[in-house]
């Protein structure tokens, strides 16, 4: 396991990241290794227009919502360049996403102090929960460009969750509902054996064998 103090260093006199991979982990620069279809899931890569798009929040919140588009697009947004860890293995470095950091959105609908874990459920029906402490990191954001660029279907426009600490399947693509709930509960992968937790650093990718 890293040390926290060597994971991630940031040299803001010349403006570039350093990079200390967590265990297990290599770089790639291949995009298309994003586009993994999730066997089980339906449908395959929705391609939902900004009209069509809805975002639910709901439960232990004072302001319950649902926001359209233009809405999102009200809230205050910007950039986080972070790394992107797939629990394959392979790591795309220095991805710069663009939009709303989930603390943001927290504050926005007033979260109530008996909220502990948040579930997302996704216009694929995709599922997967973290732990509220965990989503109020700097760099978790609902992200919706990417290196400039609008973030393509393929890699979960027109918006999709991002958390640098965890393995992928905690980023939620294609996003439609945001609860906050007391207790936590399993998602898509993490009910086929994933773990639930997901550190990176810890080298944390299963609770038990997959299959």
């Given at each position: 396991?890293?040390?926290?103090?060597?994971?991630?260093?940031?040299?803001?006199?010349?403006?570039?990241?350093?990079?200390?991979?967590?265990?297990?982990?290599?770089?790639?620069?291949?995009?298309?290794?994003?586009?993994?279809?999730?066997?089980?899931?339906?449908?395959?890569?929705?391609?939902?227009?900004?009209?069509?798009?809805?975002?639910?929040?709901?439960?232990?919140?004072?302001?319950?919502?649902?926001?359209?588009?233009?809405?999102?697009?009200?809230?205050?947004?910007?950039?986080?360049?972070?790394?992107?860890?797939?629990?394959?293995?392979?790591?795309?470095?220095?991805?710069?996403?663009?939009?709303?950091?989930?603390?943001?959105?927290?504050?926005?609908?007033?979260?109530?102090?008996?909220?502990?874990?948040?579930?997302?459920?996704?216009?694929?029906?995709?599922?997967?929960?973290?732990?509220?402490?965990?989503?109020?990191?700097?760099?978790?954001?609902?992200?919706?460009?990417?290196?400039?660029?609008?973030?393509?279907?393929?890699?979960?426009?027109?918006?999709?969750?991002?958390?640098?600490?965890?393995?992928?399947?905690?980023?939620?693509?294609?996003?439609?509902?945001?609860?906050?709930?007391?207790?936590?509960?399993?998602g898509f992968w993490e009910k086929l054996g994933y773990s639930d937790t997901a550190d990176v650093?810890?080298?944390?990718?299963?609770?038990?064998?997959?299959?």
């Open positions: 396991m890293e040390s926290s103090d060597s994971r991630k260093v940031e040299d803001k006199s010349s403006d570039k990241r350093q990079h200390v991979l967590p265990p297990g982990q290599r770089p790639t620069k291949n995009i298309l290794r994003w586009n993994i279809d999730h066997p089980g899931i339906k449908p395959q890569n929705p391609n939902i227009s900004h009209d069509e798009w809805a975002l639910t929040v709901s439960g232990e919140i004072e302001k319950p919502v649902k926001f359209t588009w233009a809405d999102f697009m009200k809230l205050s947004a910007e950039e986080s360049i972070s790394d992107f860890h797939c629990v394959e293995g392979w790591s795309v470095l220095d991805c710069r996403w663009y939009g709303v950091k989930f603390k943001t959105l927290c504050d926005f609908v007033k979260v109530n102090e008996n909220a502990k874990n948040v579930f997302f459920r996704c216009y694929d029906d995709y599922t997967t929960s973290l732990d509220l402490e965990t989503l109020l990191s700097n760099d978790v954001v609902l992200a919706y460009k990417l290196n400039g660029e609008d973030l393509p279907v393929p890699l979960g426009g027109p918006l999709r969750l991002v958390v640098p600490a965890k393995y992928a399947y905690k980023s939620a693509l294609w996003v439609k509902e945001i609860e906050f709930t007391r207790d936590s509960k399993l650093w810890k080298n944390d990718r299963y609770s038990r064998p997959r299959w």
